[in-house]
């Protein structure tokens, strides 16, 4: 079932906390909103749920404007942070229980119960009570209560930022595959950026209550649609050089570097003068050894991550970040030599902020 705002506000008080929103999910489309806290997502999500009433705007769910529709009647279930789950009954009440309160027959109870214990490898914790379950344990047995209402939608607020790293990696990989099978439109908050390149087939990037760029998570990644989410999306994050426009010498010029330009960015950097530079940390290489055309940098610190390093570089009044490999060695304040894939550079304005 697709979802769907349409000019959608939320205001409290005077603050305006979402602001003009549309967006459009396809039927059984996984899209993950994405944003610093206090940017709206989770407002967005509770007005979908009906657990916050939009100030203005249409909320859709299929063809049904469910603005004025109770909670209960949305056909939606909700997965939160917390888990939720009752302290006194077993696994198997917790997870029936959306279906006990709908008055199903006990035997179709029992049947789903187990069919979706078995889907998320929970089946031998049936008997067992949520304080003898693990983190990891609980988050699958909240996610099997929603799964077993069959609803047109799920929401899912942040559901796994009570996890330890590693346990969060494992259940990105469930929720996928879950996703995948089941075909159900989801709608998911996070603030994790992984979990959004991971998940989503579309992310929405959301910034002080207005949508920054709705998109596939390569395209996100790949043509950011401004400064804004070509910073938040990436670790480390891309980096960002202020300088101007030669178009005479056909070069972008900064404090300690001098870049030439190529026909596809003249062509849409014609006219202008200051600009923003932007390049991923990986579309940088670095070497100890003097290579012909290669730009000279100074080595401020360096961090090994295992299978990779990352080199914090000077050039000039630039810092900026360089992914190398995990063998790469050079000492503090050393000059080392870098190169631009250029094909791989974006341009911002600078005033505005969008990409060029």
Not at 5 to 17: E, L, P
Not at 29 to 55: H, N, Q, Y
Not at 329 to 351: G, I, L, M, N, P
Request: hydrophobic content about 40%; proline content about 4%.
């Amino acid at each position: 079932m697709n979802v769907r705002f349409d000019n959608v506000s939320k205001t409290f008080g005077k603050s305006a906390v979402v602001e003009q929103l549309n967006l459009a999910s396809d039927d059984g489309e996984f899209v993950v909103l994405l944003g610093p806290s206090g940017c709206g997502k989770t407002t967005t999500l509770r007005m979908l749920a009906g657990l916050e009433d939009a100030t203005s705007g249409d909320i859709f769910i299929g063809e049904d404007r469910v603005n004025d529709i109770p909670t209960q009647n949305r056909d939606i279930a909700m997965v939160f942070q917390n888990y939720a789950l009752y302290p006194h009954m077993t696994i198997a009440q917790n997870i029936a229980y959306p279906l006990r309160v709908r008055k199903i027959a006990r035997d179709e109870i029992g049947a789903r119960v187990s069919r979706v214990a078995e889907m998320l490898e929970i089946a031998a914790l049936l008997e067992r009570r949520p304080r003898e379950l693990s983190g990891g344990e609980r988050q699958r047995v909240a996610l099997a209560r929603a799964i077993i209402r069959e609803p047109r939608v799920y929401l899912m607020d942040e559901p796994l930022s009570n996890l330890d790293a590693k346990l969060r990696v494992q259940m990105r990989g469930e929720l996928k595959r879950l996703q995948h099978e089941l075909g159900t439109t989801t709608i998911y908050v996070t603030h994790d950026q992984a979990e959004a390149m991971t998940l989503a087939h579309r992310v929405a990037v959301m910034r002080k209550g207005k949508l920054q760029q709705f998109d596939t998570p390569m395209n996100i990644y790949n043509r950011p649609a401004n400064r804004f989410v070509a910073e938040f999306v990436g670790s480390p994050s891309m980096n960002f050089i202020e300088g101007r426009v030669d178009n005479g010498a056909r070069k972008f010029l900064s404090d300690g570097l001098t870049l030439d330009l190529d026909e596809p960015h003249l062509a849409r950097l014609s006219g202008r003068d200051l600009v923003t530079l932007g390049i991923r940390p990986e579309h940088l290489e670095v070497s100890t050894a003097e290579h012909p055309g290669w730009l000279t940098a100074t080595v401020h610190v360096t961090e090994l991550m295992g299978n990779e390093t990352f080199v914090f570089l000077r050039m000039g009044s630039q810092k900026i970040i360089a992914r190398a490999v995990a063998d790469f060695r050079a000492e503090f304040e050393s000059a080392v030599f870098v190169k631009f894939q250029t094909e791989r550079v974006d341009f911002f304005d600078s005033s505005t902020g969008m990409r060029i």
